[in-house]
């Protein structure tokens, strides 16, 4: 229903910089919200920030005021500033997109996954 295409990822050296984007495609009727979560090796998946269909924002504790989540509505697309970054977020990053999907005159809600970008940051 819904199509998730994740860019960004690569390598960085500690104090790098990169930029996630996740653009949504589909039967989409609206977005709810937009969220990136992370998976380190031998972790469990955790949220690391969402954007919810007002604009309401939220981080993980780890990465406040070093990742700015935003979104081009208009283009179904979320994108993950990722600024300050340390050999702690190496990850591979998950787009998610909660959404209300349309289909021969019905609704229903969607939970979409992206396929993950690995972001890697090392000297």
């Known amino acids: 229903q819904v199509q998730l295409v994740e860019s960004g990822g690569g390598l960085v050296q500690p104090g790098g910089s990169l930029r996630l984007s996740c653009a949504a495609s589909g039967r989409i009727f609206i977005i709810n919200a937009m969220g990136w979560y992370r998976q380190a090796p031998g972790k469990e998946r955790e949220l690391v920030a969402a954007?919810?269909?007002?604009?309401?924002?939220n981080y993980a504790d780890s990465v406040k005021g070093r990742f700015t989540i935003s979104r081009d509505s208009a283009e179904n697309t979320v994108y993950l500033q990722m600024n300050s970054l340390k050999p702690e977020d190496t990850a591979v990053y998950f787009c998610?997109?909660?959404?209300?999907?349309?289909?021969?005159?019905?609704?229903?809600?969607?939970?979409?996954w992206g396929q993950g970008t690995q972001v890697t940051v090392s000297s």
């Open positions: 954007i919810a269909r007002g604009g309401t924002t």
């Open positions: 998610n997109v909660d959404s209300t999907v349309t289909y021969r005159g019905t609704y229903r809600s969607n939970d979409a």
